[in-house]
């Protein structure tokens, strides 16, 4: 369990330091950090605003703890413009997470049900005033129909003729939407962090890591590591599987 804002919010500028909690604009630099902490969203040659860790200067909103973990790996913050600091602050989600974890472990039911209210809650969270919708196209002209409208989030082109593209279609009545955008982004945020502690632990332990998600990490060793735990990483092995191969294509694939 950790702690989150909550109530209203104050603008601050002229900040000298990253001491309170809250999110922070800043320009920072990334010089030659060997796995990159911050992350910055960029278009690709496959994809429009891609989320990717890079190295340089740039500037962007970050949550505290992630800019604390920044400057802990020996980043550097240029500049803070402004910040975003929350009067309260306290244990919001502990009675809900704890209950329905504990209700995971009943019977595969309950654990599947679980899942997904868990899931639920930050789906809600950042849920958005835009819907998306995924779009096959075959051809060029098809693809000429969406070009210019500026409603393209993402876009995957495996030769010239053939996209999958994802298209934001905007919701006319917004009260339908009840999100609280600042708590999915902090939930994201600290889900980085450990997952970054994660890889940091899989290499001081010898392995080497071959792809991470949400909520997970692939690795390899030369030894058999199921159950031992190597700081934020416990390694488990899903329905007594083991994995003799693997190509990761694409996030989730």
């Known amino acids: 369990s950790t702690s989150f804002p909550f109530g209203n919010f104050i603008k601050k500028n002229n900040i000298d330091n990253i001491d309170k909690v809250g999110f922070y604009y800043v320009r920072i630099k ?59 602050h306290d244990y919001i989600f502990e009675k809900f997470i704890k209950f329905f974890s504990n209700l995971r472990n009943t019977d595969n039911f309950n654990n599947f049900f679980c899942k997904m209210v868990i899931n639920s809650l930050y789906g809600n969270l950042g849920m958005s005033f835009k819907k998306t919708k995924t779009i096959f196209l075959n051809s060029e002209k098809d693809y000429q129909k969406y070009e210019n409208t500026n409603n393209i989030l993402t876009e995957i082109k495996f030769n010239k003729n053939f996209r999958i593209i994802e298209v934001e279609q905007v919701l006319n009545d917004k009260k339908l939407i009840k999100s609280q955008v600042h708590l999915a982004s902090i939930i994201t945020s600290k889900a980085r962090i450990k997952l ?18 949400t909520d997970s990490v692939f690795a390899a060793y030369q030894k058999c590591v199921l159950n031992e735990r190597h700081g934020e990483v416990v390694w488990l092995c899903k329905e007594n599987k083991k994995i003799k191969n693997a190509v990761f294509t694409a996030p989730k694939s």
């Open 30 to 88: 990334s010089k030659y950090l060997d796995i990159p902490v911050l992350p910055l969203h960029r278009n690709t040659d496959f994809l429009k605003k891609k989320l990717m860790f890079v190295n340089g200067e740039f500037e962007g909103l970050y949550w505290h703890e992630e800019l604390k973990l920044f400057l802990k790996e020996n980043g550097e913050i240029l500049k803070i413009f402004h910040a975003f600091f929350f009067t309260h």
């Open 196 to 213: 970054y502690n994660a890889i940091k632990s899989v290499r001081q332990h010898n392995g080497r890591v071959l792809y991470v998600d």
